[in-house]
């Protein structure tokens, strides 16, 4: 989808020279690089090793996991001690995540005990405002190796902390990350939706609700949900005063986007042409993340979902169904 001529062009290769974890020998053995689409509209994360390429985004979320098992068999990679399974999660994290940075910028570390709250000392550093009592912990288990700990967000504020238990073995490599904000002992309101991700139940969260408009002529209702399991998805929807504006808007979405995944008319239950209902790929204005939108047409409005993680857009996408409110 991504590249649908099988060509690409590669941007520089990633220096890791000055990367915590530049001793793993993992990095001796693969290339790390943006590779994009030929007519350059966006770049992904790409890894070489040998004459095979791996992709990985955050718009594929845990699928990156299964590029990452892959690249550890075809390294012969697999961990030896701890060390080797931090440094292959670090890896996997700046790959997967955080666009190929230096883990120790988004990696939460912790070597003493955690500072009292009413500590008046400044400044305070991201694993004090974490909590963790200790970050990373590795734990030697069958068959391999379970890494445990906690990234932030590389934002202006830091974002929400992300806690990430993963398990290597020698046939996988499997994660679960939740946000610090959503703790499994959080009462779930009202507010709140279950939907099903896979084989995983992810909440959802009103964190934000405002009011806007757009240069053409919209008037919009902008709400920010949290995820219990990643990206959480910000919401809009556009209220226009006509129907062929509402249209303009879904055709401008199709026609800029990197791929569209569906993109079907629904009716409602009078059995009419109501609306339409479309699935997209799109690029940040970096160039270099991808995201995924849902999009419902209604009459004169249309509702965006949009999320970095695509397995999340598609588990969210009832948050709003226009078609329930025919």
């Not at 993340?289 to 249309?302: D, G, I, M, Q, R």
């Amino acid at each position: 989808m991504l590249f649908p001529t099988a060509e690409a062009w590669e941007e520089e290769s990633q220096d890791t020279d000055t990367w915590s974890i530049r001793a793993a020998p993992i990095l001796k053995k693969i290339h790390i690089l943006r590779v994009g689409d030929m007519a350059r509209r966006f770049t992904v994360t790409g890894v070489s090793a040998g004459d095979q390429l791996f992709i990985f985004d955050g718009l594929f979320c845990s699928e990156n996991s299964e590029a990452m098992r892959e690249l550890i068999k075809v390294t012969n990679s697999s961990p030896k001690n701890r060390l080797d399974a931090l440094n292959l999660v670090k890896l996997y994290l700046a790959l997967s995540l955080y666009q190929d940075d230096d883990p120790d910028k988004f990696v939460a570390m912790r070597s003493g005990k955690p500072r009292l709250k009413n500590d008046p000392e400044i400044p305070r550093t991201f694993s004090d405002l974490v909590g963790v009592a200790h970050s990373p912990q590795i734990f030697r288990e069958a068959g391999g190796y379970s890494v445990d700990l906690y990234t932030r967000e590389l934002t202006v504020t830091g974002g929400p902390a992300i806690h990430w238990t993963i398990k290597l073995t020698p046939s996988g490599f499997d994660e679960e990350m939740s946000s610090v904000e959503r703790a499994a002992d959080r009462v779930v309101s009202e507010g709140d939706i279950e939907k099903t991700a896979g084989n995983k139940r992810v909440t959802f969260h009103v964190d934000l609700m405002a009011n806007g408009h757009t240069d053409d002529g919209a008037v919009t209702d902008i709400q920010v949900w949290s995820a219990s399991d990643g990206p959480g998805i910000s919401r809009i929807h556009y209220y226009y005063p006509s129907r062929e504006k509402a249209e303009k808007r879904v055709e401008d979405f199709l026609q800029n986007a990197l791929g569209v995944l569906q993109n079907t008319p629904w009716k409602n239950g009078e059995a009419r042409t109501s609306g339409a209902e479309a699935i997209v790929i799109r690029v940040n204005e970096d160039k270099r993340s991808l995201y995924a939108s849902h999009l419902y047409l209604n009459e004169a409005s249309v509702l965006e979902l949009s999320c970095p993680c695509l397995r999340n857009v598609l588990a969210g996408r009832s948050i709003d169904d226009p078609r329930g409110h025919n």
